[in-house]
């Protein structure tokens, strides 16, 4: 089942399949590690749910939910 990196719930895993975003936001991702195949864990939501802080390969990084809103996930079932 594919959905968008924003819509996760923390806890929830995932595979990228791809970004859809374009120009900077697209390289800025990129240039992050967000690439297709890697996985993608969502660990905390900010009290007003911008940011959100992902673990990536064996890092976190915050991403803006206008970022995440461009990176479509494969879910992983637990």
């Not at 859809?20 to 900010?46: C, N």
């Given at each position: 089942?594919e959905k968008m990196l924003?819509?996760?719930?923390?806890?929830?895993?995932?595979?990228v399949r791809r970004i859809e975003g374009e120009g900077?936001?697209?390289?800025?991702?990129?240039?992050?590690?967000?690439?297709?195949?890697?996985?993608?864990?969502?660990?905390?939501?900010?009290?007003?749910?911008?940011?959100?802080?992902?673990?990536?390969?064996?890092?976190?990084?915050?991403?803006?939910?206008?970022?995440?809103?461009?990176?479509?996930?494969?879910?992983?079932?637990?």
């Amino acid at each position: 089942m594919e959905k968008m990196l924003n819509e996760f719930a923390v806890g929830e895993k995932g595979v990228v399949r791809r970004i859809e975003g374009e120009g900077k936001i697209r390289r800025r991702l990129f240039d992050m590690g967000v690439t297709p195949g890697a996985e993608i864990t969502l660990r905390k939501l900010a009290p007003l749910g911008d940011p959100i802080e992902v673990n990536l390969r064996g890092y976190e990084l915050s991403l803006r939910k206008s970022e995440a809103a461009c990176v479509v996930m494969e879910v992983k079932n637990a």
